[in-house]
């Protein structure tokens, strides 16, 4: 079992920055490709960015591309996402999750943090 707890949310002017962090503990997330989604109100969850567990492979939804990089901390117990030149159409609610599957499918991932909630205003 692995718990994943998400923070770093908040609010931000477009253009800004943010960087969200999953804190994982029970089984160490070495073992775990980390994935970020989020969901915006009256939309499906979508896939934004994931890493593969060494942190050697990272793969990005292209509406983030070039703005946000994924990145893990293994030792820590800890995966990140830094968000660079948000827009408003980054505002959702941001998840982390953990599978040992390499997939951009939210339903493949077995772990899930209770979301952290990012809104950019313009």
């Known amino acids: 079992q692995v718990q994943l707890v998400e923070s770093g949310g908040g609010s931000v002017q477009a253009g800004g920055s943010l960087r969200l962090s999953c804190a994982a503990s029970?089984?160490?997330?070495?073992?775990?490709?980390i994935g970020w989604f989020r969901q915006a109100p009256g939309k499906e969850r979508e896939f934004v960015a994931r890493?593969?567990?060494?942190?050697?492979?990272?793969y990005y939804a292209d509406s983030v591309k070039g703005r946000f990089t994924i990145s893990r901390d293994n030792a820590k117990n800890t995966g990140y996402l830094q968000m660079n030149s948000l827009k408003p159409e980054d505002t959702a609610v941001y998840y982390c999750?953990?599978?040992?599957?390499?997939?951009?499918?939210?339903?493949?991932?077995?772990?899930w943090g209770q979301g952290t909630q990012v809104t950019v205003v313009s």
């Open positions: 999750a953990a599978d040992v599957s390499w997939t951009i499918v939210p339903s493949a991932y077995d772990y």
């Open positions: 890493i593969h567990r060494s942190g050697g492979m990272t």
């Open positions: 029970g089984r160490t997330v070495s073992s775990y490709n």
